[in-house]
């Protein structure tokens, strides 16, 4: 064999043996050495610090439903409940605390507690799944416990839950100043949860009065998105009954202070809950 030939041929041998194997080629480049893991970037969730309020509303900020998903897991939770007292009042709902406000209580309160089996046999029957559960927290890990509700004015302190600046009650008035935001009067602007706020300085004892946006209703809808649901009374003596009524129904109230228009000036709008703001 001639020289360069010899030499063509042994240039051919290595090339194939190189591409036997698995030597780079153009066809086939690797992007990572074998073997070599992956790296994954985690975001691991802040939570806010214990004292924090940075809109000063005064409810700390690790309270509040930050996540879309909390925020309308919530609203269909804490309305169905509510719309369920008007079809039959459940037993879990202390006969002490039904009035306007306590039906307010009664379904945030219930709005985030786990819904297992032991749940929906505590609340009576007809109750099912109305959305996942809200996943910042349970009743029980809640940052303020069952002392859900602010009763004073003023930004979040530490030392807010010791000097009982919150507590398991607040009556209607209460809620509308320490609990609640206004969003408008007018009710385009409403979304499901909101809470209707009426004065009536005639009822010198309670003139505050509160009802519950649905919006679309759960059951028996027919269609319409102006549902609301409220207890008739003022305070657990009154021994009211609980209602559910469009806002269409109420704008013909024969009594023109509980109208819920524009030109009522008793009606004193929407308030959005300060944990969904």
Known sequence: MRAPAFITFVVLCCCLLQAACGGASQAHTPTATAGTAKKIERKETVLPAPDAD???DGIPDRAELRSYNDRENFRRWFTGIAEMQFYEQSAAWNEEQRDCAGLVRFAWREALRPHDRLWLRRMGAHYDAFAPDVAAYTLHESPLGEKLFRTVPGSFHTDDLDKERFSEFADAHALKEFNAVFVSRDRAQAQAGDLLFFFQPFAQRYPYH??????AAREQGEGANDWVVYH??????DKGVVKKVRLAVLDRHPDRRW????????FLGFYRLKILS
């Open 259 to 266: 109208r819920p228009l524009l030109t009522n000036q008793n």
């Open 232 to 237: 008739t009374g003022a305070s657990p003596t």
């Open 54 to 56: 940075e809109d000063n």
């Open 210 to 215: 509160v009802m519950i946006f649905l919006g």
